[in-house]
């Protein structure tokens, strides 16, 4: 099935081709016109909307700043000409790139979609360490992920709604302290009109009707598009019978994910795990006496050292402190004091 008269799977150019067409029409604007705006002709516009040369930098991050596109466009010119990707995955960044509706189940990572730099930095560091990618097509990859996030950051954002794994939420990448800010990304994400997050807990195992990563893209004319990914390649279908099958499957997990609250509750839950998993020395704390301690021997000191890279505050007793003491996250702790401060908990 052809999205429109430019088929978007013959070439990673022609992808990119299709992409910025389809937001060019979306913005009201002819090849002139937009040629117009950044400086080009009508003519060089479309060339290379048909795939027929590879445009520059400084022509697609002109029409980026035109179109609004805020970096998306940016990030699919990347992939053009570069190695550092699965067969098939350039066509299907530039479907999501203008999908208005995106579901998405994922094992083992989160989506990169929703994945924080710092933890792609992480996961692509651990990629280069082993021989898969070199640093440059690391670096490739990166940018490409940025530019996929750029849509959830515009005023008529695209609808996402995630189901994801348990593992996604368990697996520790880079160090605890990266994964646990990936984590409160998430979760702060979650809390977007648009957005939608569910997991799958572990006991679900068996009714997962996925074994890899799928996602279902609903384009604005109201075509569905699937994606799915081997160990070597990616795989876009387009046949309306298999897509609607897998968004039927898709919505059987809804049903048995838990519910996006319970799902904040699981995601918590993890990121306090992790926080026991952080590597820290106490006597390098930098602890001080929190002012949230009373006049009656109930003093406890704080040490948030390790606050900024980390993401947590430790806790001790200030009459013991050779003994235990808590390891918590920052974000927590600051909700803490702040409903200590208002008298939540009676007088201080």
């Known amino acids: 099935m052809r999205i429109n008269e430019l088929d978007p799977s013959s070439s990673p150019l022609a992808a990119f081709g299709w992409q910025l067409r389809?937001?060019?029409?979306r913005e009201r604007l002819t090849q002139e016109g937009l040629g117009a705006l950044v400086g080009y002709t009508g003519a060089y516009v479309s060339l290379i909307e048909n795939g027929k040369r590879r445009p520059p930098v400084e022509f697609v991050r002109a029409v980026d700043r035109a179109l609004g596109a805020a970096g998306a466009l940016e990030g699919a010119w990347w992939?053009?000409?570069?190695?550092?990707?699965?067969?098939?995955?350039?066509?299907?960044?530039?479907?999501?790139?203008?999908?208005r509706r995106i579901h998405a189940w994922d094992m083992g990572l989160p989506p990169g979609i929703a994945q924080t730099e710092e933890f792609a930095r992480a996961l692509q560091a651990g990629y280069v360490q082993r021989g898969s990618v070199t640093p440059e097509q690391a670096e490739e990859r990166i940018g490409v992920l940025l530019g996929r996030q750029a849509p959830l950051h515009l005023p008529d954002p695209p609808e996402l709604h995630m189901v994801l794994d348990e593992s996604c939420i368990r697996t520790v990448v880079g160090s605890p302290g990266v994964t646990a800010r990936q984590l409160a990304w998430l979760a702060e994400l979650s809390t977007r009109p648009n957005v939608v997050l569910q997991i799958m807990?572990?006991?679900?195992?068996?009714?997962?009707?996925?074994?890899?990563?799928?996602?279902?893209?609903?384009m604005a004319d109201g075509t569905l598009v699937g994606?799915?990914?081997?160990?070597?390649r990616g795989y876009v279908e387009q046949e309306s019978e298999i897509v609607t099958g897998w968004m039927r499957e898709y919505h059987r997990l809804?049903?048995?994910?838990?519910?996006?609250?319970?799902?904040?509750?699981?995601?918590?839950?993890?990121?306090?795990?992790?926080?026991?998993?952080?590597?820290?020395?106490?006597a390098n704390?930098?602890?001080?006496?929190?002012?949230?301690?009373?006049?009656?021997?109930?003093?406890?000191?704080?040490?948030?050292?390790?606050?900024?890279?980390?993401?947590?505050?430790?806790?001790?007793?200030?009459?013991?402190r050779d003994g235990?003491?808590?390891?918590?996250?920052?974000?927590?702790?600051?909700?803490?004091?702040?409903?200590?401060?208002s008298g939540v908990f009676g007088a201080v």
């Open 227 to 232: 994606y799915t990914e081997t160990h070597q």
């Open 254 to 282: 809804q049903i048995e994910a838990l519910s996006p609250a319970d799902s904040l509750v699981l995601v918590s839950k993890a990121r306090k795990d992790l926080c026991n998993m952080v590597s820290v020395d106490p």
């Open 22 to 25: 389809e937001r060019r029409r």
């Open 79 to 99: 992939m053009l000409g570069h190695t550092a990707f699965r067969g098939g995955f350039p066509e299907y960044v530039g479907l999501e790139s203008v999908a």
């Open 285 to 320: 704390a930098g602890w001080f006496k929190s002012s949230y301690s009373d006049g009656a021997g109930a003093c406890v000191e704080i040490g948030t050292a390790y606050t900024e890279s980390h993401g947590v505050v430790l806790v001790r007793d200030s009459k013991d």
């Open 324 to 341: 235990s003491y808590l390891t918590l996250p920052a974000t927590a702790w600051g909700a803490f004091a702040g409903a200590a401060g």
């Open 201 to 218: 807990p572990f006991a679900g195992g068996a009714r997962r009707p996925f074994t890899h990563l799928t996602i279902l893209l609903t």
